[in-house]
């Protein structure tokens, strides 16, 4: 997962990307520009991140209708530390209010085990 941020120089709007593999096929992937802008680097990286986690929920649930049980966290790999630190800890939402409430979907899915929010640097 990625997001280019601010890269839309006629709106601002940041770009985010991503794309998920099983065995070693690519299955999902996407690159969108956001509905809204991000005042951040960090805002944007965990708009992305919540976008990722919601495809990941979708095709844990595609899985199961195909009967493919998904019994493994699944890691998305992110290279905005301050993202990941916000996904992690519920104590930096107090500061973030500009950030919309839905985007928050990603810090429950982590809390809940259901996905893994890890580091990667750019470079990688």
């Not at 120089?9 to 985010?16: A, D, G, P």
């Not at 905005?80 to 990603?106: A, D, G, Q």
Request: glycine share 4%.
């Amino acid at each position: 997962m990625d997001a280019d941020w601010a890269s839309n120089v006629s709106n601002r709007k940041s770009t985010n990307g991503f794309m998920f593999s099983f065995g070693s096929g690519a299955v999902s992937w996407s690159s969108k520009k956001q509905p809204t802008i991000a005042l951040l680097s960090t805002e944007a990286e965990y708009k992305g991140v919540t976008i990722g986690a919601c495809e990941v929920i979708w095709l844990q649930k595609l899985l199961l209708d195909l009967g493919q049980v998904v019994d493994a966290l699944v890691v998305i790999y992110c290279d905005n530390i301050s993202s990941i630190l916000l996904t992690n800890n519920l104590v930096y939402h107090v500061r973030t209010k500009h950030i919309e409430v839905h985007y928050h979907f990603s810090t429950e899915k982590v809390l809940a085990k259901e996905i893994d929010l890890i580091h990667v640097s750019i470079e990688d």
